[in-house]
Protein backbone atom coordinates (compact mmCIF):
# COMPACT_ATOMS: atom_id res chain seq x y z
CA UNK A 1 0.00 0.00 0.00
CA UNK A 2 1.61 3.24 -1.02
CA UNK A 3 1.97 6.19 1.73
CA UNK A 4 -0.15 9.11 0.97
CA UNK A 5 2.11 12.68 0.00
CA UNK A 6 1.51 15.05 3.02
CA UNK A 7 0.66 18.21 1.29
CA UNK A 8 2.69 21.10 1.22
CA UNK A 9 1.99 23.58 4.20
CA UNK A 10 5.39 25.84 3.67
CA UNK A 11 7.44 26.93 1.37
CA UNK A 12 11.20 28.93 1.95
CA UNK A 13 11.82 32.65 0.24
CA UNK A 14 14.79 33.61 -0.44
CA UNK A 15 15.22 35.31 2.64
CA UNK A 16 16.13 33.01 5.45
CA UNK A 17 14.45 33.99 8.26
CA UNK A 18 11.22 34.18 6.15
CA UNK A 19 8.64 31.86 4.56
CA UNK A 20 5.27 31.61 3.30
CA UNK A 21 2.21 29.62 3.55
CA UNK A 22 1.02 27.49 1.05
CA UNK A 23 -2.57 27.55 1.96
CA UNK A 24 -2.95 31.27 3.14
CA UNK A 25 -0.27 32.84 1.03
CA UNK A 26 0.60 35.11 4.30
CA UNK A 27 4.46 35.24 5.20
CA UNK A 28 5.47 34.15 8.86
CA UNK A 29 8.57 35.28 10.11
CA UNK A 30 10.99 32.72 11.59
CA UNK A 31 14.17 33.13 14.39
CA UNK A 32 15.90 30.93 16.86
CA UNK A 33 16.85 31.59 20.42
CA UNK A 34 17.97 29.16 22.88
CA UNK A 35 17.67 26.30 20.52
CA UNK A 36 13.70 27.45 20.18
CA UNK A 37 12.01 28.37 17.30
CA UNK A 38 10.10 32.10 17.46
CA UNK A 39 7.24 32.39 15.17
CA UNK A 40 5.63 35.40 14.24
CA UNK A 41 2.72 35.89 11.57
CA UNK A 42 3.53 39.33 9.25
CA UNK A 43 -0.13 39.59 8.38
CA UNK A 44 0.65 39.97 4.93
CA UNK A 45 0.85 38.32 1.60
CA UNK A 46 2.49 41.35 -0.28
CA UNK A 47 6.51 40.09 -0.10
CA UNK A 48 7.53 44.22 -0.04
CA UNK A 49 5.41 44.39 2.79
CA UNK A 50 6.75 41.32 4.60
CA UNK A 51 10.26 41.59 3.99
CA UNK A 52 9.83 45.00 5.80
CA UNK A 53 8.29 43.87 8.73
CA UNK A 54 10.93 41.39 9.14
CA UNK A 55 13.29 43.64 9.13
CA UNK A 56 11.79 45.21 12.34
CA UNK A 57 10.93 41.91 14.09
CA UNK A 58 14.55 40.83 13.54
CA UNK A 59 16.05 43.94 15.16
CA UNK A 60 13.22 43.32 18.21
CA UNK A 61 14.37 39.80 18.98
CA UNK A 62 18.30 41.16 18.66
CA UNK A 63 17.03 43.76 21.40
CA UNK A 64 15.53 40.95 23.54
CA UNK A 65 18.54 38.69 23.03
CA UNK A 66 20.60 41.32 24.20
CA UNK A 67 18.82 41.92 27.09
CA UNK A 68 18.83 38.71 28.46
CA UNK A 69 22.72 37.94 27.69
CA UNK A 70 23.01 41.18 30.17
CA UNK A 71 20.20 39.20 32.94
CA UNK A 72 23.24 35.80 32.49
CA UNK A 73 25.91 38.31 33.26
CA UNK A 74 24.34 39.29 36.43
CA UNK A 75 24.01 42.87 35.05
CA UNK A 76 20.12 43.79 35.64
CA UNK A 77 18.80 47.87 35.74
CA UNK A 78 15.31 48.33 36.76
CA UNK A 79 14.82 49.44 32.82
CA UNK A 80 16.40 46.37 31.59
CA UNK A 81 13.63 43.92 33.57
CA UNK A 82 11.16 46.29 32.85
CA UNK A 83 11.90 45.69 28.88
CA UNK A 84 11.99 42.07 29.68
CA UNK A 85 9.03 42.30 31.25
CA UNK A 86 7.09 44.41 28.72
CA UNK A 87 8.46 41.86 26.05
CA UNK A 88 6.42 39.37 27.80
CA UNK A 89 3.04 41.78 27.67
CA UNK A 90 3.68 41.98 24.03
CA UNK A 91 4.11 38.46 23.34
CA UNK A 92 0.76 37.96 25.22
CA UNK A 93 -1.00 40.59 23.16
CA UNK A 94 0.23 38.87 19.82
CA UNK A 95 -0.81 35.32 21.31
CA UNK A 96 -4.05 36.72 22.13
CA UNK A 97 -3.70 35.76 25.87
CA UNK A 98 -3.81 39.76 26.91
CA UNK A 99 -5.82 42.78 25.45
CA UNK A 100 -3.65 45.61 23.62
CA UNK A 101 -5.83 48.08 25.75
CA UNK A 102 -4.54 46.15 28.98
CA UNK A 103 -0.76 46.29 28.04
CA UNK A 104 -1.57 49.75 27.26
CA UNK A 105 -2.80 50.44 30.41
CA UNK A 106 0.16 48.98 32.48
CA UNK A 107 2.41 50.98 30.03
CA UNK A 108 0.77 54.00 31.73
CA UNK A 109 1.30 52.72 35.04
CA UNK A 110 5.16 52.34 34.72
CA UNK A 111 5.36 55.56 33.16
CA UNK A 112 3.78 57.03 36.06
CA UNK A 113 6.00 54.60 38.38
CA UNK A 114 9.29 56.32 36.74
CA UNK A 115 8.12 59.82 36.55
CA UNK A 116 7.24 59.46 40.22
CA UNK A 117 11.19 57.48 41.43
CA UNK A 118 13.21 59.64 38.48
CA UNK A 119 16.56 57.54 38.87
CA UNK A 120 14.62 53.92 39.29
CA UNK A 121 15.68 53.29 35.69
CA UNK A 122 18.88 53.33 35.79
CA UNK A 123 19.04 51.43 39.35
CA UNK A 124 20.94 48.30 39.85
CA UNK A 125 17.92 46.02 40.66
CA UNK A 126 20.10 44.42 43.61
CA UNK A 127 20.97 47.66 44.86
CA UNK A 128 17.08 48.72 45.21
CA UNK A 129 16.10 48.09 48.77
CA UNK A 130 12.80 47.55 50.58
CA UNK A 131 12.57 50.72 52.62
CA UNK A 132 13.44 52.72 49.47
CA UNK A 133 10.33 51.13 48.07
CA UNK A 134 8.12 52.14 51.27
CA UNK A 135 9.30 55.36 51.46
CA UNK A 136 8.50 55.65 47.11
CA UNK A 137 5.27 54.31 48.43
CA UNK A 138 4.20 56.64 50.86
CA UNK A 139 4.98 59.36 48.52
CA UNK A 140 3.55 58.37 45.71
CA UNK A 141 0.34 57.12 47.77
CA UNK A 142 -0.15 61.26 48.13
CA UNK A 143 -1.48 61.75 44.86
CA UNK A 144 -2.75 58.71 43.07
CA UNK A 145 -5.98 57.29 43.35
CA UNK A 146 -6.17 53.82 45.50
CA UNK A 147 -6.79 51.66 42.34
CA UNK A 148 -4.02 53.02 40.64
CA UNK A 149 -1.56 52.83 43.87
CA UNK A 150 -2.51 48.94 43.97
CA UNK A 151 -2.10 48.64 40.25
CA UNK A 152 1.35 50.32 40.60
CA UNK A 153 2.38 48.54 43.45
CA UNK A 154 1.21 45.21 41.68
CA UNK A 155 3.34 46.53 38.76
CA UNK A 156 6.81 47.31 40.50
CA UNK A 157 6.99 43.55 42.49
CA UNK A 158 5.96 41.92 38.57
CA UNK A 159 9.17 43.86 37.53
CA UNK A 160 11.10 42.87 40.30
CA UNK A 161 10.05 39.18 39.55
CA UNK A 162 11.68 39.04 36.38
CA UNK A 163 14.84 39.94 38.22
CA UNK A 164 14.41 36.99 40.71
CA UNK A 165 13.15 34.81 37.70
CA UNK A 166 16.71 35.34 36.31
CA UNK A 167 18.34 34.84 39.58
CA UNK A 168 19.55 38.37 39.84
CA UNK A 169 17.75 38.40 43.04
CA UNK A 170 16.33 36.24 45.64
CA UNK A 171 13.84 37.96 47.25
CA UNK A 172 11.14 40.89 46.78
CA UNK A 173 12.22 44.42 47.92
CA UNK A 174 7.97 45.60 47.10
CA UNK A 175 6.43 42.22 48.23
CA UNK A 176 5.86 44.07 51.93
CA UNK A 177 4.25 47.12 50.17
CA UNK A 178 0.64 47.20 51.40
CA UNK A 179 -2.17 48.01 49.35
CA UNK A 180 -4.83 50.42 50.08
CA UNK A 181 -8.74 49.85 50.56
CA UNK A 182 -10.79 50.70 47.86
CA UNK A 183 -13.78 52.66 48.65
CA UNK A 184 -16.49 51.27 46.28
CA UNK A 185 -17.95 54.36 44.05
CA UNK A 186 -21.58 55.93 45.28
CA UNK A 187 -23.35 55.44 42.60
CA UNK A 188 -25.34 58.89 41.46
CA UNK A 189 -27.79 57.98 38.73
CA UNK A 190 -30.39 59.87 37.02
CA UNK A 191 -34.13 58.87 38.01
CA UNK A 192 -36.34 58.07 35.14
CA UNK A 193 -37.70 60.96 34.61
CA UNK A 194 -34.64 62.74 34.71
CA UNK A 195 -33.43 60.65 32.36
CA UNK A 196 -36.07 61.05 29.46
CA UNK A 197 -35.53 64.70 30.36
CA UNK A 198 -31.70 64.37 29.13
CA UNK A 199 -32.42 62.74 26.02
CA UNK A 200 -35.08 65.47 25.05
CA UNK A 201 -32.22 68.04 26.25
CA UNK A 202 -29.34 66.16 24.45
CA UNK A 203 -31.91 65.88 20.95
CA UNK A 204 -32.81 68.92 20.75
CA UNK A 205 -29.18 70.88 21.58
CA UNK A 206 -29.02 71.93 17.66
CA UNK A 207 -25.80 70.53 16.30
CA UNK A 208 -25.53 68.26 13.58
CA UNK A 209 -25.17 65.17 15.09
CA UNK A 210 -27.33 66.13 18.84
CA UNK A 211 -30.20 63.15 17.36
CA UNK A 212 -26.83 60.80 17.10
CA UNK A 213 -25.94 61.30 20.50
CA UNK A 214 -29.03 61.05 21.93
CA UNK A 215 -29.84 57.67 20.62
CA UNK A 216 -26.63 56.80 21.09
CA UNK A 217 -27.28 57.31 25.27
CA UNK A 218 -30.70 55.79 24.93
CA UNK A 219 -29.15 52.59 23.38
CA UNK A 220 -26.47 52.55 26.11
CA UNK A 221 -28.88 53.16 28.59
CA UNK A 222 -31.36 50.47 27.49
CA UNK A 223 -28.86 47.70 26.75
CA UNK A 224 -26.01 48.22 29.41
CA UNK A 225 -23.29 47.42 26.67
CA UNK A 226 -20.47 49.09 27.69
CA UNK A 227 -18.64 52.07 25.40
CA UNK A 228 -16.31 50.40 23.16
CA UNK A 229 -18.94 47.28 22.80
CA UNK A 230 -21.75 49.64 21.69
CA UNK A 231 -19.88 51.61 19.21
CA UNK A 232 -19.32 48.16 17.59
CA UNK A 233 -22.77 47.17 17.40
CA UNK A 234 -24.14 46.62 13.57
CA UNK A 235 -27.30 45.68 12.66
CA UNK A 236 -27.23 42.45 12.03
CA UNK A 237 -26.48 42.40 15.76
CA UNK A 238 -30.44 42.86 16.22
CA UNK A 239 -32.55 39.96 16.50
CA UNK A 240 -36.13 41.29 16.67
CA UNK A 241 -37.74 38.18 16.15
CA UNK A 242 -35.98 36.78 19.17
CA UNK A 243 -36.14 39.61 21.05
CA UNK A 244 -32.43 39.68 21.69
CA UNK A 245 -29.07 41.89 20.87
CA UNK A 246 -26.08 39.73 20.33
CA UNK A 247 -22.45 41.97 21.81
CA UNK A 248 -19.81 41.22 20.17
CA UNK A 249 -17.16 43.75 20.80
CA UNK A 250 -14.38 44.15 18.96
CA UNK A 251 -14.04 42.28 15.78
CA UNK A 252 -9.98 40.95 17.04
CA UNK A 253 -10.96 39.96 20.50
CA UNK A 254 -14.27 40.64 21.40
CA UNK A 255 -15.57 41.88 24.61
CA UNK A 256 -13.77 42.57 27.50
CA UNK A 257 -14.20 38.84 28.94
CA UNK A 258 -12.94 37.73 25.46
CA UNK A 259 -16.28 36.48 24.47
CA UNK A 260 -20.02 37.49 22.55
CA UNK A 261 -23.23 37.46 24.86
CA UNK A 262 -26.77 38.22 24.28
CA UNK A 263 -29.21 40.87 26.04
CA UNK A 264 -32.57 40.54 26.19
CA UNK A 265 -34.31 43.67 23.70
CA UNK A 266 -36.30 45.10 26.37
CA UNK A 267 -39.25 46.80 25.44
CA UNK A 268 -38.02 50.46 25.15
CA UNK A 269 -34.77 48.83 23.17
CA UNK A 270 -36.95 47.56 21.18
CA UNK A 271 -38.64 50.94 20.10
CA UNK A 272 -35.41 52.61 20.00
CA UNK A 273 -34.35 49.94 17.09
CA UNK A 274 -37.06 49.94 15.35
CA UNK A 275 -37.55 53.51 14.84
CA UNK A 276 -33.85 53.88 13.95
CA UNK A 277 -33.91 50.62 11.66
CA UNK A 278 -36.92 52.25 9.78
CA UNK A 279 -35.16 55.57 8.91
CA UNK A 280 -32.25 53.66 7.92
CA UNK A 281 -33.79 50.92 5.77
CA UNK A 282 -30.54 50.83 3.07
CA UNK A 283 -28.28 50.59 5.25
CA UNK A 284 -26.59 46.81 5.00
CA UNK A 285 -27.02 44.75 8.00
CA UNK A 286 -23.03 45.02 8.34
CA UNK A 287 -23.93 49.13 9.26
CA UNK A 288 -23.16 50.49 12.33
CA UNK A 289 -25.98 50.70 14.60
CA UNK A 290 -24.72 53.99 15.83
CA UNK A 291 -23.47 57.23 14.17
CA UNK A 292 -21.12 58.39 17.03
CA UNK A 293 -19.06 56.09 18.97
CA UNK A 294 -19.45 58.80 21.94
CA UNK A 295 -20.82 61.39 23.83
CA UNK A 296 -19.51 62.75 26.79
CA UNK A 297 -20.10 66.64 25.98
CA UNK A 298 -23.40 66.09 25.26
CA UNK A 299 -23.61 64.65 28.30
CA UNK A 300 -22.43 67.06 30.14
CA UNK A 301 -23.80 69.85 28.47
CA UNK A 302 -27.58 68.44 29.26
CA UNK A 303 -26.77 67.62 32.79
CA UNK A 304 -25.22 71.52 33.27
CA UNK A 305 -28.64 72.27 31.89
CA UNK A 306 -30.52 70.39 33.79
CA UNK A 307 -29.22 70.70 37.16
CA UNK A 308 -28.58 67.06 37.75
CA UNK A 309 -24.79 65.37 38.58
CA UNK A 310 -22.67 64.77 35.63
CA UNK A 311 -22.79 60.79 34.36
CA UNK A 312 -20.39 59.02 32.42
CA UNK A 313 -21.27 56.68 29.39
CA UNK A 314 -20.13 54.12 31.74
CA UNK A 315 -22.39 54.89 34.50
CA UNK A 316 -25.67 54.13 31.92
CA UNK A 317 -24.25 50.84 32.02
CA UNK A 318 -24.69 51.02 35.71
CA UNK A 319 -28.78 53.12 35.13
CA UNK A 320 -29.92 49.75 32.99
CA UNK A 321 -28.65 47.45 36.18
CA UNK A 322 -30.08 49.33 38.46
CA UNK A 323 -33.29 49.76 36.68
CA UNK A 324 -33.37 46.27 35.98
CA UNK A 325 -32.96 45.27 39.66
CA UNK A 326 -35.52 47.67 40.95
CA UNK A 327 -37.99 46.43 38.22
CA UNK A 328 -37.66 43.01 39.80
CA UNK A 329 -35.18 41.61 38.01
CA UNK A 330 -32.44 39.28 39.78
CA UNK A 331 -28.70 40.15 40.04
CA UNK A 332 -27.56 36.62 38.64
CA UNK A 333 -29.99 37.30 35.20
CA UNK A 334 -28.53 40.92 35.48
CA UNK A 335 -25.25 39.60 35.63
CA UNK A 336 -25.42 37.55 32.72
CA UNK A 337 -27.35 40.67 30.84
CA UNK A 338 -24.05 42.78 31.57
CA UNK A 339 -21.43 39.93 30.19
CA UNK A 340 -20.48 39.17 33.58
CA UNK A 341 -18.79 35.62 34.33
CA UNK A 342 -18.34 35.58 38.05
CA UNK A 343 -22.19 34.61 38.21
CA UNK A 344 -23.49 37.83 40.14
CA UNK A 345 -20.43 38.52 42.78
CA UNK A 346 -19.38 41.89 41.01
CA UNK A 347 -22.98 42.78 40.67
CA UNK A 348 -23.89 42.04 44.33
CA UNK A 349 -21.06 44.04 45.07
CA UNK A 350 -22.09 47.32 43.28
CA UNK A 351 -25.53 46.83 42.84
CA UNK A 352 -26.14 45.01 46.06
CA UNK A 353 -27.61 48.33 48.06
CA UNK A 354 -30.10 50.13 45.65
CA UNK A 355 -31.49 53.68 45.73
CA UNK A 356 -32.63 54.41 48.99
CA UNK A 357 -36.67 55.15 47.60
CA UNK A 358 -36.54 51.62 46.33
CA UNK A 359 -34.79 50.31 49.54
CA UNK A 360 -37.53 51.93 51.50
CA UNK A 361 -40.16 50.76 49.45
CA UNK A 362 -38.84 46.78 49.60
CA UNK A 363 -38.35 47.78 53.36
CA UNK A 364 -42.21 48.27 53.79
CA UNK A 365 -42.89 44.90 52.53
CA UNK A 366 -41.27 42.79 55.13
CA UNK A 367 -43.04 41.72 58.21
CA UNK A 368 -43.27 39.75 61.07
CA UNK A 369 -47.02 39.34 61.22
CA UNK A 370 -48.36 35.71 60.33
CA UNK A 371 -49.32 35.71 56.94
CA UNK A 372 -52.40 33.36 56.23
CA UNK A 373 -53.14 31.88 52.61
CA UNK A 374 -56.44 30.60 52.79
CA UNK A 375 -56.98 28.35 56.32
CA UNK A 376 -53.50 27.35 55.53
CA UNK A 377 -50.60 28.38 57.89
CA UNK A 378 -47.52 29.05 56.97
CA UNK A 379 -44.37 26.70 58.35
CA UNK A 380 -42.90 29.53 60.42
CA UNK A 381 -46.46 30.30 61.93
CA UNK A 382 -47.16 26.70 62.74
CA UNK A 383 -43.82 26.33 64.42
CA UNK A 384 -44.09 29.52 66.53
CA UNK A 385 -47.88 28.35 67.73
CA UNK A 386 -46.28 24.99 68.36
CA UNK A 387 -43.51 26.89 71.24
Known amino acids: MSKRKTAKRWEKTRLQNMVRNVQSGRYYARAFEGGKEVWKSLETSHFG ?41 KDDVEARRTKASTAHYWDQIFKAI ?8 GRDVRRITANEC ?15 FNNSIAGLRHVFEVAIDAGIIYTNPAVRLERVPVRAKQLTLPSASQFI ?4 TIRAAGAWCSKHCADFVEGL ?5 RLRDAKQMEWR ?45 RESESAKVFKVGEAQRAIDRGCRNLGIPRITHH ?19 VSRWLGHKDGGV ?26 RKGKNILPFEAEANAA
Not at 114 to 121: C, E, I, R, T, V
Not at 221 to 225: F, I, K, M, P, Y
Not at 315 to 333: K, M, N, Q, W, Y
Request: hydrophobic letters at 45%; aromatic letters at 8%; a positive charge.
Open 49 to 89: VAEAKLSKFLAERRAYRSKVKALVAGKMTFANALAAHQQRV
Open 114 to 121: LKSWPDLG
Open 134 to 148: KAWAKQFGKTASPIR
Open 197 to 200: QLLA
Open 221 to 225: AVTGA
Open 237 to 281: DLDFEKGEIVIRGDPETGTKNWGVYRVPMIPHARALFERMRSARR
Open 315 to 333: DLRHFFATVCIESGVDIPT
Open 346 to 371: LAMKVYGHLRDDHSKAQANRVTLEPV
